[in-house]
């Protein structure tokens, strides 16, 4: 009687966090989705969210995360849903951020890219420590890194071959806006964020990972 009493309270809790995470995602979409900037374009960046919200879905059960990496998912697809209601080149708070830099380029993409590495390293992270996949703080960290920037890489891949299947309907897509060394920013970008949120969140996770 005693643990039920403990434990329905946990699982509430649990339930409002679930509750309260869709219906963030859910609220983000539905405005991203109403006259976005381009149709195609919206498609193409709400896509990894929506993927992610079935894949999510499916493995919760057998595979339930930390709330952390919950939080971060989430956080990674309200920036997915945002650059693809307004596309990555024409967020206005970030023209506002560019104007008083004296600058001409949008970089809300860049935003995106280090976010594509922040986040991935925490799931990659937690998926290789709860299935021992690799002995070694050192060898794991490696190798969390690499993972995010073959993440990366793929990334600008799939970039490159919508670019050649749709020609000028993936400008908005690609966001380069004219820079040239913009495929290789990216990537660094995307590194630089695997590395900070190793250094920084690492501690934090594993006071998750172990009530799990």
Partial sequence: ??????????????????VIWLTIFFA???WSAINPK??????LEVLPAIIGLIILAISYHKFRLTQLTYVLILIHCVILMIGGHYTYAEVPLFDTIAEWMGSERNNYDKV?????????????REVFIRHNVVNGNWWRDFLTICFCLAFSAFYELIEWWVALLSGE?????????????????????????????????????DRQLEVI
């Fill in 1 to 18: 009687m005693r643990l039920l009493i403990v434990k329905r309270p946990i699982e509430e809790v649990i339930m409002l966090k679930k």
């Fill in 28 to 30: 983000v979409l539905l």
């Fill in 38 to 43: 381009d149709q195609f374009t919206w498609f």
């Fill in 112 to 124: 995106g890219h280090f976010a594509q590495g922040f986040i991935p390293a925490i799931i990659a």
């Fill in 169 to 205: 309907d993936a400008e908005a897509f690609l966001g380069t806006q004219g820079y040239v060394w913009d495929t290789q920013s990216d990537m660094g970008l995307a590194l630089l964020g695997a590395i900070i949120a190793l250094i920084t969140l690492s501690k934090w996770h």
